[in-house]
Antibody, heavy 129, light 108 residues
């Protein structure tokens, strides 16, 4: 049974860099995409981005300029960095597993993550001066 | 980006009743790449449905999904006490992946 365990700093000051790590236990690491999602207090979910075991990434355009997702296959871990945080980045951050999904155009197909089937418990990150 | 609008915002029902939750997309969701999640207070979301109508592993048969194009529905046939929660739809047919704002299912 796959479990995701996540950790990182919970209190940041404006302009600092958020850093979270998620470890994958009990399942295949290479066959999936590994995602980050966040949820501001009392609000809905926002997809941040994803990475696969090869290091191929996809990011949300709204956060792309500040986000870096990396992977350490030797430890079955992946990490999120979000730079220049503000109060608007205060949220619960979740890591999650996304089975590969096929996307085809008229000329070619590629694989990316799609829905998220296994989630970490979440890390509360507060940005405050 | 595709905007998902869920309705109603809050649904008040009693155990044993049938719940029908709607998710409408601002443009067609390709390949019916739509998922539904359940979230209880203080917990991570749980996947219920993917591909618009496929139940995730371990999800009871009382949960079913339907729809295509821009209109999708999550139906819970006979509500159990543990079903009262917030439900989110998510599209993954185009980038970026987006979520609806949620429907809160509360006990009447």
């Amino acid at each position: 049974q796959v479990q995701l365990q996540q950790w990182g700093a919970g209190l940041l000051k404006p302009s600092e860099t958020l850093s979270l790590t998620c470890a994958v236990y009990g399942g295949s690491f290479s066959g999936y995409y590994w995602s980050w999602i966040r949820q501001p207090p009392g609000k809905g979910l926002e997809w941040i981005g994803e990475i696969n075991h090869s290091g191929s990434t996809n990011y949300s355009p709204s956060l792309k300029s500040r986000v870096t997702i990396s992977v350490d296959t030797s430890k079955n871990q992946f990490s999120l960095k979000l730079s220049s945080v503000t109060a608007a980045d205060t949220a619960v951050y979740y890591c999650a597993r996304a089975p590969p999904t096929r996307y085809c155009s008229s000329t070619s197909c590629l694989m990316k993550g799609g829905y998220m089937d296994v989630w970490g418990k979440g890390t509360t990150v507060t940005v405050s001066s | 980006e595709i905007v998902l609008t869920q309705s109603p915002g809050t649904l008040s029902l009693s155990p044993g009743e049938r719940a029908t939750l709607s998710c409408r997309a601002s443009q067609s969701v390709s390949s019916s790449y739509l998922a539904w999640y359940q979230q209880k207070p203080g917990q991570a979301p749980r996947l219920l449905i993917y591909g618009a109508s496929s139940r995730a592993t371990g999800i009871p048969e009382r949960f079913s999904g339907s729809g295509s194009g821009t209109d999708f529905t999550l139906t819970i046939t006979r509500l159990e006490p543990e079903d009262f929660a917030v439900y989110y739809c998510q599209q993954y047919g185009s980038s970026p992946r987006t979520f609806g704002q949620g429907t809160k299912l509360e006990i009447k």
